[in-house]
């Protein structure tokens, strides 16, 4: 590591960014090189606080997960204009660290920790579980320095749960181009964030609140364009982590304008940030550095779903509020009502449908182009890839059973259905 930057520098490279962001929207390559060097001073701090979070998290919970990163550049840039009078040498998250849980009370057992700890020095902590943000946001932050070091680190800790609404925030904003996390003007979809929260949580809403969240989802076609690009995005994510050397320590994570990602494996984190610099230089797109105490497809599609765009649980629990309304008005015999859910419930089946049978021919393909040198690893990702179908079948199926059987009360209609067949034809190929 070269020589660090003085506070006084860093204070002066974060005015002229300001000022050139204003100007022209752009980044000198000095002020460029000089904010990476920043961010690279926080790496001895990162992997201290990265490490002491590892060991914690094992001796809570066998299947927490711990990651780390740098703050991306572009979040950076966004923040220096959305706060005019902040000091870049005083911003606390540059860097950060991350470890999911199962349990809150392992949560606080390792806040605990952190508090005991004479080696660290706890700057600032929220505790957004007790006290969601007004999104909905849910969490415990603390930022910390140990004695060793002088750069800030901070630390969230969540559950699996709270994550998978964290992220479910950022994937909207992903697909609809909206900044929520970062305090988007967008009201209607910071209000059905909220509502989500309070789902997530088992609270009842009004029946005002989750007519407004179901309308909403529907105008915005949440549930469905979700479909559409988890469809596409599970067999090429797959198929590109397969291809890749991913027994190496850090991966750069780009998510490209087509919603696509890619990954990159490093076993050096310097040749790692010099290509997140080059990628950053050239084009700026959408990704993250990380550092995994378990690099495998499944726990990094876990931390980073807004990235990985192949599956959310947050896209079913909504369809099952969708059910529940659809019940009501069937029961109520509105049928009105009754008749327009039917409708879409009828286009999210048609939707389900043509993924399945893209990517039931694209996995097919696979097998028989790769059939004869399927490793034991790649049949163990691959299985993963016939149950995420498998499970999308079934639930296309238990949809069109729904409103198959209730609409025949109002009509003729029919309609057959014959994945089963083509599954079970690659499941016995796959373990032949």
Not at 140 to 169: G, M, N
């Amino acid at each position: 590591m070269t020589q660090a930057i003085s506070k006084s520098k860093v204070k002066k490279t974060g005015r002229k960014i300001r000022k050139e962001l204003k100007e022209s929207n752009t980044i000198s390559k000095d002020n460029l090189e000089c904010l990476q060097h920043y961010r690279l001073q926080h790496i001895p701090a990162l992997k201290i606080c990265f490490d002491y979070l590892v060991r914690k998290g094992k001796n809570e919970e066998k299947g927490s997960l711990v990651v780390f990163r740098l703050k991306r550049i572009d979040t950076i840039k966004r923040k220096i204009i959305r706060f005019p009078n902040m000091d870049l040498s005083t911003m606390q998250d540059i860097a950060g660290c991350r470890i999911i849980l199962n349990q809150e009370k392992s949560i606080y057992r390792i806040v605990k920790e952190f508090e005991g700890n004479k080696d660290f020095s706890i700057l600032k902590s929220n505790d957004y579980i007790k006290e969601p943000s007004e999104t909905g946001y849910s969490s415990y932050h603390l930022i910390v320095k140990h004695h060793s070091c002088d750069s800030p680190v901070e630390i969230q800790l969540r559950t699996r749960t709270q994550h998978y609404w964290a992220t479910f925030v950022e994937l909207l904003d992903v697909v609809y181009k909206e900044k929520v996390k970062e305090g988007s003007s967008n009201p209607k979809l910071q209000k059905f964030h909220y509502l989500m929260s309070l789902t997530r949580d088992n609270k009842k809403l009004t029946t005002r609140d989750l007519e407004f969240l179901l309308e909403y989802e529907k105008e915005k076609k949440i549930i469905k364009k979700s479909i559409e690009i988890f469809g596409g995005n599970l067999g090429l994510s797959l198929k590109k982590w397969l291809e890749s050397e991913n027994n190496k320590e850090y991966l750069l994570l780009i998510l490209d304008r087509k919603l696509n990602p890619t990954f990159n494996f490093f076993d050096d984190y310097q040749k790692a940030e010099n290509s997140y610099l080059e990628n950053f230089s050239s084009s700026e797109p959408n990704m993250v550095l990380i550092h995994s105490n378990n690099l495998e497809f499944d726990k990094i599609q876990l931390a980073y779903s807004n990235y990985i765009l192949t599956n959310h649980p947050a896209i079913i629990h909504l369809l099952n509020l969708h059910l529940e309304k659809y019940n009501e008005f069937k029961i109520n015999t509105n049928m009105k009502m009754f008749i327009k859910y039917y409708e879409y419930m009828r286009e999210l089946i048609e939707t389900f449908q043509s993924k399945i049978d893209v990517e039931l021919e694209e996995l097919s393909k696979y097998l028989s182009k790769n059939e004869d040198k399927l490793s034991y690893d790649v049949k163990f990702i691959i299985e993963k890839w016939l149950n995420s179908l498998t499970k999308r079948y079934q639930l296309h199926q238990s949809l069109f059973k729904i409103i198959e059987n209730d609409y025949k009360k109002y009509s003729n209609f029919k309609e057959k259905i014959s994945k089963k067949t083509t599954l079970q034809k690659i499941l016995y190929r796959l373990h032949s």
